[in-house]
């Protein structure tokens, strides 16, 4: 199994940029893909981006062109890189490793894009 920990939320102003990061504490290698998902208040959690062991990556219709995952295999760690953030955008992020025949999740970081 693997421990994530998510880092880098905050509070941003519309237009702003964030990045998160999501830390591992074995190798990301195992897992078959990695996603940033985020629940607004009162909303289903659900995918923002993703991307699997092969480098293919997807994204919600709503981040399309605004966020970018990255991964540094040397570190573990996984990036989700906000751009343009929108009010909506909002909410607790959260990082996913599917691996080890199981899903793994982090704690979550709260992102706020108020002005």
């Known amino acids: 199994q693997v421990q994530l920990v998510e880092s880098g939320g905050g509070l941003v102003q519309p237009g702003g940029s964030l990045r998160l990061s999501c830390a591992a504490s074995?190798?990301?290698?195992?897992?078959?893909?990695m996603g940033w998902y985020r629940q607004a208040p009162g909303k289903e959690r659900e995918l923002v981006a993703r991307?699997?062991?092969?480098?293919?990556?997807n994204y919600a219709d709503s981040v399309k062109d605004r966020f970018t995952i990255s991964r540094d295999n040397a570190k573990n760690t996984v990036y989700l890189q906000m751009n343009s953030l929108k009010p909506e955008d909002t909410g607790v992020y959260y990082c996913?490793?599917?691996?080890?025949?199981?899903?793994?999740w982090g704690q979550g970081t709260q992102v706020t894009v108020s002005s």
């Open positions: 991307m699997f062991s092969g480098g293919s990556t």
């Open positions: 074995r190798s990301i290698f195992n897992c078959n893909a």
């Open positions: 996913q490793c599917s691996g080890w025949g199981s899903d793994y």
